[in-house]
């Protein structure tokens, strides 16, 4: 039970699968979780056991309290143990405030933002036996400024980054150290849901300051930055990687 093992939501596709191969590659074993894309995590998982790490896979939506338990009851009979818990897998309705329904509500905030306290709840009972661990979220430019259609999203995203400072407060006596990361756009899978895609890596390939757009590397960087010991004093923050965008009126 000495092997540390990293669970990634979301990790059959773009920034989760970015991340979880990066944390195999530094000697954890890894829980990839996926919804939908069962091919996809089966490929992440292809590419991890090539590395010579376990993999656990699990289906589960995380926005329901009962799977995510679930979850972490095969997290604990399989490893017995959890070290980091980068919490990557978001959905969410695209439309003006003005056509939201209840259920797109429900759904995007369910997965965004309820999904980070039940799993962190979780995942902490798992940490706190091993004298600690590690929480990253993901979250976008959308919780500080407006974007179009972003509505449901966007206060999704902001009651995470606020979660994000109550858990790194409540949890730090179990030296469980809570931080999140927020990216501007960055083309990946998930993006091509937005109707206004292709407005957005416009606007993010030629105003970014930084000369080009953030990519998917760039965030995995600062997750892993995170995850390390050298940033080990850095609580409850949300660290904006986004090229200076945001920066501009």
């Not at 991340?19 to 091919?39: C, F, M, P």
């Not at 490929?43 to 589960?60: D, P």
């Not at 083309?187 to 937005?194: G, I, R």
Request: aromatic share 6%.
């Amino acid at each position: 039970m000495t092997q540390k093992v990293a669970l990634v939501t979301g990790s059959s596709r773009g920034i989760g699968k970015a991340t979880a191969i990066r944390l195999a590659h530094q000697g954890y074993d890894i829980v990839i979780n996926y919804a939908r894309s069962k091919k996809g995590a089966l490929e992440t998982a292809e590419q991890i056991e090539a590395l010579g790490r376990k993999v656990l896979i699990v289906k589960a939506n995380v926005g329901d309290v009962s799977k995510i338990k679930n979850m972490f009851a095969q997290i604990e009979e399989e490893f017995g143990r959890l070290d980091i818990f980068v919490n990557n897998a978001a959905s969410g309705v695209q439309r003006p405030a003005m056509e939201l329904e209840e259920s797109h509500w429900d759904w995007t905030l369910n997965i965004n933002s309820k999904a980070l306290l039940f799993c962190a709840q979780e995942a902490a009972k798992l940490m706190e036996k091993n004298g600690g661990g590690k929480i990253v979220s993901i979250s976008s430019l959308g919780s500080i400024r407006y974007l179009e259609n972003y509505t449901a999203v966007g206060v999704s995203k902001a009651a995470l980054e606020a979660l994000t400072r109550y858990l790194a407060v409540e949890l730090a006596a179990k030296n469980i150290v809570v931080n999140a990361v927020s990216g501007g756009a960055v083309d990946t899978e998930a993006l091509k849901s937005f109707p206004n895609r292709e407005e957005l890596l416009q606007e993010a390939a030629e105003k970014t300051p930084a000369g080009r757009m953030v990519e998917i590397e760039d965030m995995v960087n600062t997750v892993m930055f995170l995850l390390s010991d050298q940033s080990s004093m850095i609580r409850g923050q949300t660290i904006i990687v986004d090229g200076g965008i945001s920066l501009l009126v």
